[in-house]
């Protein structure tokens, strides 16, 4: 249930997040070379999103570790770039402050049901 409310909900962030690169460049006066890294570091994040995601839920029906393990590896990957978007980005606006904290908190809700999960998968 989790894995489709994140995929819900990452869908719904990566749209509102290129909708907001895309308000500061038209607004506020950005190098575009900025806002260029940060589209480059979103539309890395999709794929690594889906792959994720893809290998919760097969290891999850499964009950295989090894999808599991991959799939935290990935969480920690884009937890780290949730963080850059939170903090790190050309310009952080509330709403992204605001949507980049709350994907952290359900990935990381999202990482320790799957680290009790594997733990009961290897007994």
Not at 47 to 74: C, D, F, I, Q, W
Request: charged share 10%.
């Amino acid at each position: 249930m989790l894995f489709h409310l994140s995929g819900i909900y990452c869908a719904l962030y990566f749209l509102a997040t290129l909708l907001m690169i895309v308000y500061k460049s038209r607004v506020f006066s950005c190098p575009h070379s900025y806002l260029g890294l940060d589209l480059m570091l979103l539309s890395l994040m999709g794929p690594l999103e889906a792959a994720r995601l893809h290998l919760g839920m097969k290891g999850n029906l499964t009950e295989a570790e090894v999808p599991l393990a991959a799939s935290v590896a990935l969480t920690v990957g884009i937890g780290l770039l949730s963080v850059y978007f939170l903090l790190w980005q050309t310009m952080v606006l509330w709403a992204d402050w605001v949507l980049s904290t709350t994907l952290l908190a359900l990935h990381g809700l999202e990482a320790a049901l799957q680290v009790v999960v594997i733990t009961a998968f290897v007994r």
